[in-house]
């Protein structure tokens, strides 16, 4: 199919520097970061209020029959396993309309969405509208774990960060073009692996996007350094204090062998 909206899909778990990445690519003037599509739905109101995504959306609803709950992916396997072609076709067609009018909006032509949802990821790779370039982003488990444990209170984050490094490692092999970027590798020689992304993409690497702005920003969701000023770029490996030993070693019985395959 002619026209494919160029897409770079970041998976991962949550917690694991998506939007500091969604930050750092829309540094470049040919790339445009959404961050977490998925929640478009989950906002109308408050979506249709922007400036930008009012725009988009009202030309979106002018050119053709769009409704914002068209972009949902669905969240369990059935939903995208089974899915039949009509569906499949009519998201497919609602999430490209949405690109295509947010990218002309913004003068750019790659279009960047960090939702980490295997769902949405599978359907761009089954639909014939987009062409996918995956970022598997990954994180020490433990990372992963300490962030959960502060946020929620429970120790959820383990089993989410083992089910997202296995459905990662399965995406990996189905995509057609893809990078596995570690977290800590984007913190510590960003312009390095930034490099690396936009040469599987077909852009030429800029230093301007190790200063990401948020001002110009339109991201939906993630995490709340969107909203600040001078995003500084720091590796947080807090959870080397803050995990207790019996945290530590309950995370190396249940998850340590996987750890140990992405070189933790």
């Known amino acids: ?24 690519l829309d ?17 109308k109101a408050k979506i249709r209020e922007n400036t930008f995504w009012g725009k988009v959306i009202k030309r979106c609803e002018e050119v053709r029959r769009f ?6 992916s669905g969240s369990t396997y059935r939903d995208v396993f089974w899915i039949e072609r009509e569906s499949l076709d009519k998201w497919a067609l609602a999430n490209k309309t949405l690109f295509e009018y947010a990218l002309k909006e913004s003068k750019c032509s790659v279009v960047v969405d960090s939702s980490k949802n295997f769902a949405r990821c599978y359907l761009f790779h089954a639909s014939d509208y987009f062409d996918l370039h995956l970022i598997n982003l990954v994180r020490n488990g433990k990372g992963v774990y300490n ?10 984050g383990i089993k989410k960060w083992v089910k997202s490094c296995l459905m990662g490692a399965g995406m990996e092999l189905q ?41 110009s920003f339109r991201g939906i969701g993630g995490n709340r350094m969107r909203y600040g000023e001078n995003i500084q770029i720091e590796l947080d490996e807090s959870w080397k204090e803050e995990l207790s030993f019996s ?11 996987l750890n140990k395959l992405y070189g933790y």
């Open 247 to 257: 945290q530590k070693v309950k995370f190396n019985i249940l998850a340590g062998p």
């Open 27 to 43: 540094g470049h003037t040919e790339i445009l970061s959404l961050s977490e599509v998925k929640n478009i739905s989950k906002n």
């Open 175 to 215: 995509a057609a073009k893809s990078i596995r970027v570690r977290y800590e590798d984007m913190c510590d020689r960003t312009n390095v692996e930034l490099n690396k992304i936009c040469s599987i993409v077909g852009l030429e690497y800029s230093e301007v996007m190790l200063h990401p702005e948020t001002n």
């Open 147 to 156: 962030s959960y444990l502060k946020k929620y209170n429970d120790s959820r």
């Open 67 to 72: 409704e914002l709950d068209d972009l949902d």
């Open 1 to 24: 199919m002619k026209d494919k909206i160029k897409v770079i899909y970041i998976f991962g778990p949550g917690h694991c520097g998506s939007t500091l990445l969604s930050l750092l």
